[in-house]
């Protein structure tokens, strides 16, 4: 069963900050999140092992939730580069790693 | 390190005529071996996967195949493609023991069926 991503899109000016959900009905042993720019192949963020982690890079943070079932990408002061579709990609038990259907963020000037 | 590849980059092909992708991997043994297919704006399609060598499971019925002759080479084969088989195919790989693992894309091939 897919999780469910919210926002679908959501457009930013550039220094904004997003948040990215990722849910599931699923109990989750694992999250990942990745970013597809446009006409490319998704690319690995960072992956969220146990319940209560928090993981950053730069500007780009992800905690995980495993009571929730959930997962959230933190985008702070977005920049340009920062446009593209995230997927969120989980892992729970008794079914094989599944993508969101992903969400689509545009920042502008 | 890894490396993934996948040929050709892109392709135009004919509707009723075969296909066949490639996809290998370099520089790992052993690795679970995935095939997914993105429409245009759309999400990810897991179309097959394989766990060793001859070993695939599909996920989606479709006029599509894929074959694993050895460790690190996956391919993608139709013998009739279909308008709706256009799109984007992804390789992907990850460890194959254990939970957890992160998937890494090779650069797709980007198919479009006339």
């Known amino acids: 069963q897919q999780p469910v991503q919210s926002p679908q899109a959501v457009i930013l000016r550039e220094g904004e900050d997003a948040v990215i959900n990722c849910s599931s009905s699923k109990a989750l042993y694992s999250v990942h999140w990745y970013r597809q720019k446009h006409g490319e192949a998704p690319v690995f963020l960072m992956i969220l092992l146990k319940g209560g982690e928090q993981k950053g890079h730069e500007k780009i943070s992800a905690s995980f939730n495993e009571k929730k079932q959930q997962s959230s990408l933190y985008l702070t002061a977005s920049q340009l580069s920062y446009s593209g579709t995230y997927f969120c990609g989980t892992e729970s038990y008794g079914q094989n790693f599944v993508f969101g259907p992903g969400t689509r963020l545009s920042v502008l000037p | ?104 894309f090779g650069p797709g091939t980007r198919l479009t069926v006339l």
């Open chain 2, 1 to 104: 390190s890894q490396t993934i590849h996948q040929w050709p980059a892109t392709l135009v092909q004919p509707v009723g005529s075969p296909l066949s992708l490639e996809c290998t991997v370099e520089g790992t043994s052993n690795p679970n071996l995935y095939w997914y297919r993105q429409a245009a704006g759309r999400g990810l399609q897991l179309l097959f996967y394989s766990v060793g060598i001859g070993q695939i499971s599909s996920e989606v019925p479709q006029n599509l195949s894929a074959s694993r002759p050895q460790d690190r080479q996956f391919i993608l084969s139709s013998k009739k493609l279909l308008l709706s088989d256009s799109g984007f195919y992804l390789c992907a790989w990850d460890m194959a023991a254990g939970s957890g693992n992160t998937q890494y």
